[in-house]
């Protein structure tokens, strides 16, 4: 599975948008962009994927670069709740849920 | 709906001993993975059960086995432990294993060896 790289940590706004970037410049044709969250002394929450198109859910939307090489996650309108370390991952289908997070972003937003 | 849950929260062992995780998964789910966090780090896959058969393993020592059973819960056995065994262990649970399936994880067990 490629390789990505994250910011170590970032801040933002309560009530603006979080704009998280990853970068994953080793993709390949068939690996998916997958996102994931987790919250001070709980289990990851599953946020996103996607493959090349863009995009959005409940949770946030998720913008693939044309080359594929860099992602970003938004979340619209950011809370308190939404403080908590955001994994990139990128990966095949082939290995179903066999998931390697790396250190993540972590994510804290401010009132 | 129950979700992911596991006993026992917290652990403390010395080093040598052998312990045993256990993770009940979601009603429905019949695949249990398991992920080893070290502090500071994100979660890595140690390996993965669909029904009562490993389906999949990361780069973790045979000593690192585990079990599911025909309800679907699930163990983790990890034998002569190690200081560098201290760590988060989380298991997830999802319907499948074929493409992605959404896995749930449950809130971890906390392995502290002294």
């Known amino acids: 599975d490629a390789k990505t790289t994250q910011p170590p940590s970032m801040d933002c706004a309560e009530g603006r948008a979080a704009n998280l970037p990853c970068n994953h410049s080793t993709i390949s044709g068939n690996e998916y962009v997958y996102w994931y969250r987790q919250i001070h002394s709980q289990g990851p929450q599953y946020i996103i994927h996607?493959?090349?198109n863009n995009e959005t859910n409940e949770m946030a939307s998720l913008i693939i670069t044309e080359d594929r090489k860099s992602s970003t996650l938004i979340l619209p309108h950011a809370t308190l709740r939404d403080t908590a370390v955001y994994y990139c991952?990128?990966?095949?289908?082939?290995?179903?849920?066999?998931?390697?997070f790396g250190t993540g972003t972590s994510l804290t937003v401010i009132p | 709906e129950t979700g992911v849950t596991q006993s026992p929260t917290h652990l403390i062992k010395t080093r040598g001993q052998q312990v045993t995780l256990r993770c009940s998964s979601q009603s429905g789910h019949n695949t249990v993975s398991w992920y080893q966090q070290a502090l500071g780090q994100g979660p890595q896959f140690i390996f993965q059960?669909?029904?009562?058969?490993?389906?999949g393993r990361g780069n973790f020592p045979p000593r690192f086995s585990g079990l599911q059973f025909p309800n679907y819960s699930s163990e983790l056995n990890v034998n002569a432990l190690e200081l560098d065994d201290s760590a988060l262990y989380l298991c997830a649970s999802s319907q499948g294993t074929g493409g992605y399936n959404e896995q749930f994880f449950g809130p971890g067990t906390r392995l502290t060896v002294l």
């Open positions: 991952i990128v990966k095949t289908p082939n290995t179903g849920n066999q998931f390697y």
């Open positions: 059960y669909y029904r009562e058969e490993e389906n």
């Open positions: 996607g493959l090349k």
